[in-house]
Nanobody
Framework: QVQLMESGGGSVQAGGSLKLSCVAS?????MAWFRQAPGKEREGVAG????????SYGDSAKGRFTISFDTVKRTVTLDMNNLKPEDTGMYYC??????????????????WGQGTQVTVSS
């Protein structure tokens, strides 16, 4: 069982930036970030494969967020810029032991972190 440990959440004003990090205790083929706001469904923010293929981003993240995967350190990071109040939510790191499948589907992932809160104020 792979454990995922997130860090880097916090509070920021609109237009600001945050960097989320997630360290995996073992090997994963895919890594991703999902988020869930109160009263809303979980959504895929960004996902990336170990093999270096281009990452995938949810519509709300495109042009503002960047995901990267350091396979040596088993760490995935999410750089979030130009944050908006609607980015507020609990952000979850996810990992998959399966090498294929859609990056932004939660069903793809069998490892999940505890979550880190991101709050963006206007």
């Amino acid at each position: 069982q792979v454990q995922l440990m997130e860090s880097g959440g916090g509070s920021v004003q609109a237009g600001g930036s945050l960097k989320l990090s997630c360290v995996a205790s073992g090997y994963t083929y895919l890594m991703a970030w999902f988020r869930q706001a109160p009263g809303k469904e979980r959504e895929g923010v960004a996902g990336i494969r170990r093999n270096g293929d281009p990452p995938s981003y949810g519509d709300s993240a495109k042009g503002r967020f960047t995901i990267s995967f350091d396979t040596v350190k088993r760490t995935v990071t999410l750089d979030m810029n130009n944050l908006k109040p609607e980015d507020t939510g609990m952000y979850y790191c996810a990992g998959s032991s399966i090498s294929t499948g859609p990056l932004l589907s939660g069903r793809q992932y069998n490892y999940w972190g505890q979550g880190t809160q991101v709050t963006v104020s206007s």
